[in-house]
């Protein structure tokens, strides 16, 4: 049940990174309508795992884009 919570919410951080350049983590979560970290945490892990973001750290914020 988790591996398929984890696919549904990198889904919808997928679909609120496309079409931009990068959001911050914080920007991300509201534009993706996440509200736990963890949830969070565990949706952007799933997208690194299969290479589909790239993050960086900017000017002490998280920013997360798509490859």
């Known amino acids: ?8 919410l990198a889904g919808q951080v997928w679909e609120a990174l496309n079409g ?3 959001l911050t983590q914080k920007q991300l979560k ?6 736990a970290d963890k949830d969070f945490f565990l949706a952007l892990g799933w997208l690194l795992r299969e290479d589909k973001v790239v993050t ?3 000017e002490g914020e998280i920013f ?3 490859v």
Do not use: F, N
């Not at 049940?1 to 549904?8: N, P």
């Open 20 to 22: 931009t350049e990068g």
């Open 56 to 58: 960086s750290e900017v």
């Open 1 to 8: 049940m988790l591996k398929e919570k984890a696919g549904a």
């Open 30 to 35: 509201k534009a993706a309508k996440i509200k």
């Open 64 to 66: 997360i884009k798509l």
